[in-house]
């Protein structure tokens, strides 16, 4: 198998909440919510890069979607990574989304593998990492 992923999907409590965390608070882009003609399908998605979007979606209408019943969200089982070119994007990536209602959970600091990073959770408690990491370009 040769992934290709293209969506990742979070589940939130407040697509309207989250939305506007989103496009206002962090300044992604997005047409909006879609799909409100549907039953489970109102949606929002987010263009990142190359062709990988961010899709917010009801945690009821993900959980009816995949035929699973709804749990109870735990933060330290999925982060997304958002690596910058300097510890100063870093901090500035950091104030933003403190300013945009995330919760700080680790403020940005140097780290073991010699790099810069720090961890926010957003208004659903989805985990963030800012990193500045000038060693990944030779990891992959």
Same mark, same amino acid.
């Given at each position: 198998?040769?992934?290709?992923?293209?969506?990742?999907?979070? %589940?939130?409590?407040?697509? @309207?909440?989250?939305? #506007?965390?989103?496009?206002? *608070?962090?300044?992604?882009?997005?047409?909006?919510?879609?799909?409100?003609?549907?039953?489970?399908?109102?949606?929002?998605?987010?263009?990142?890069?190359? *062709? &990988?979007? &961010?899709?917010? =979606?009801?945690?009821?209408?993900?959980?009816?979607?995949?035929? &699973?019943?709804? %749990?109870?969200?735990?933060?330290?089982?999925?982060?997304? *990574?958002?690596?910058?070119?300097?510890?100063?994007?870093?901090?500035?990536?950091?104030?933003?989304?403190?300013?945009?209602?995330?919760?700080?959970?680790?403020?940005?600091?140097?780290?073991?593998? *010699?790099?810069? #990073?720090?961890?926010?959770?957003?208004?659903? %408690?989805?985990? =963030? @990492?800012?990193?500045?990491?000038? %060693?990944?370009?030779?990891?992959?």
């Amino acid at each position: 198998m040769k992934p290709h992923i293209t969506i990742l999907t979070l %589940g939130v409590a407040d697509l @309207e909440r989250a939305v #506007a965390f989103y496009r206002d *608070g962090l300044g992604l882009q997005t047409r909006g919510i879609i799909g409100t003609e549907f039953e489970n399908g109102a949606v929002a998605f987010f263009n990142l890069q190359s *062709g &990988l979007k &961010l899709a917010l =979606w009801p945690r009821a209408s993900l959980a009816a979607d995949t035929g &699973l019943a709804p %749990g109870q969200p735990c933060a330290t089982e999925f982060s997304i *990574g958002h690596n910058v070119g300097s510890q100063a994007e870093v901090d500035a990536m950091m104030a933003q989304a403190k300013a945009a209602g995330a919760t700080i959970t680790k403020p940005a600091q140097t780290t073991f593998y *010699g790099g810069y #990073a720090g961890y926010f959770q957003d208004p659903d %408690g989805h985990v =963030w @990492e800012i990193a500045f990491n000038p %060693g990944l370009d030779s990891l992959g």
